[in-house]
């Protein structure tokens, strides 16, 4: 019954690579979300969207860009990986029509590390 | 910032206790939601408060809303070993569900 999959739980790359991650939902959700978690200072939203193809920046896009071809897959992207990228990364979803009253539904997480 | 600030940062206390986590926030809401977290997993909705609302329940859970004082508090009631996670809320301004502010969360332990 996983309804936000997250294509990878650990993933480690290496400096300047450029990563990839994935994110799908079965929900039919409007709005798809990245963030970032790291110890002691919460989530952090990443990048944002609430249609196909369209994006909107978070709190701290700097070194990320973000896809949204289809409805239900929303990938992050780090375009030459970096060692303060090392992090717990999180896919959220929710939808519009409830006016997100059913909250967020989150993926299990990536835990990416950079060497 | 709109973002919500949770307290105590960390709680310890034995199986059978109940536990109470605040939340305090700086802007109107929406609504106001709670959220659990596993150690190294994604966080679970449990419990939604709307802004005209006062008091919620949900089985060992009750979380009350003071919009006066723009705070909420989550009672965990007669805590188990498995509750023990990280605990966040996470406030909605806007109207469309794209806007929840997350804080820093609350890590619990119960002890058995």
């Known amino acids: 019954d996983v309804k936000v999959t997250q294509s990878s739980r650990y993933l480690v790359k290496r400096t300047g690579e450029k990563v990839f991650l994935e994110c799908v939902q079965d929900?039919?959700?409007?709005?798809m979300f990245w963030y970032r978690q790291d110890p002691g200072l919460g989530l952090r939203l990443i990048y944002f969207?609430?249609?196909?193809?369209?994006?909107e920046k978070g709190d701290i896009p700097e070194g990320y860009s973000v896809s949204r071809e289809k409805k239900e897959r929303f990938s992050l992207i780090l375009e030459s990986a970096s060692t303060n990228q090392t992090s717990m990364y999180l896919c959220a979803s929710s939808s519009s029509r409830d006016r997100g009253l059913g909250g967020y539904t989150f993926g299990s997480g990536t835990r990416l590390t950079v060497v | 910032s709109q973002q919500g600030e949770e307290d105590p940062q960390a709680l310890s206390i034995q199986e059978g206790e109940n536990a109470t986590m605040n939340c305090s926030y700086k802007?109107?809401?929406?609504?106001l939601q709670w959220y659990r977290q596993n150690s190294g997993r994604g966080l679970v909705h449990l419990i939604l408060?709307?802004?005209?609302?006062r008091e919620k329940h949900s089985g060992r859970l009750r979380v009350t809303l003071d919009t006066s004082k723009k705070s909420s508090s989550l009672l965990i009631t007669a805590s188990r070993a498995a509750d023990t996670a990280s605990y966040f809320c996470?406030?909605?301004?806007?109207?469309?569900?794209?806007?929840?502010?997350f804080g820093p969360g609350t890590r619990l332990s119960v002890l058995p």
């Open positions: 929900m039919d959700h409007e709005n």
């Open positions: 408060i709307r802004s005209n609302e």
């Open positions: 996470a406030t909605d301004w806007s109207n469309y569900g794209q806007n929840f502010v």
């Open positions: 969207s609430y249609d196909v193809k369209m994006k």
């Open positions: 802007t109107s809401i929406n609504n």
